[in-house]
């Protein structure tokens, strides 16, 4: 991959209640763990048009000291294809308080880009 590995991320306060979330009928929202990265890789390779190949989540994700697995989710249309990634973190060199954390990996199909799903 060429492009860095933080390209944009987002910071919230983790103080601060989380809305519930509405889906449309149909769709649903996957945990990825390590044994299945490459429904990940497969939703980045979609939204970057750039292959995130095997492995690329292990290296990137799952190897990673802040690693969560209840903390990467896949959104999947309403025939259970991957459509979108992001991932909550928590960067202790970021900061040095459990406050804090953010929401970076997120990639979106091309194809559902732009039709209110980020709301």
Not at 3 to 15: H, N, P, S, V
Not at 29 to 56: D, Q, R
Request: net charge negative; with cysteine.
């Amino acid at each position: 991959m060429d492009r860095q590995l933080f390209d944009l991320y987002m910071e919230r306060d983790l103080a601060q209640p989380i809305r519930a979330v509405q889906l449309p009928e149909g769709y649903s929202i996957l945990s990825i763990h390590e044994g299945n990265g490459y429904v990940w890789e497969s939703v980045m390779t979609k939204a970057f048009e750039e292959e995130y190949k095997p492995g690329t989540f292990r290296w990137i994700l799952a190897d990673n000291y802040n690693y969560e697995d209840d903390r990467v989710f896949v959104l999947l249309n309403d025939r259970q294809e991957p459509i979108a990634t992001a991932t909550a973190w928590h960067n202790d060199h970021m900061w040095d308080d459990n406050e804090h954390g953010s929401v970076i990996f997120v990639g979106v199909d091309p194809a559902y880009r732009r039709i209110g799903m980020g709301c």
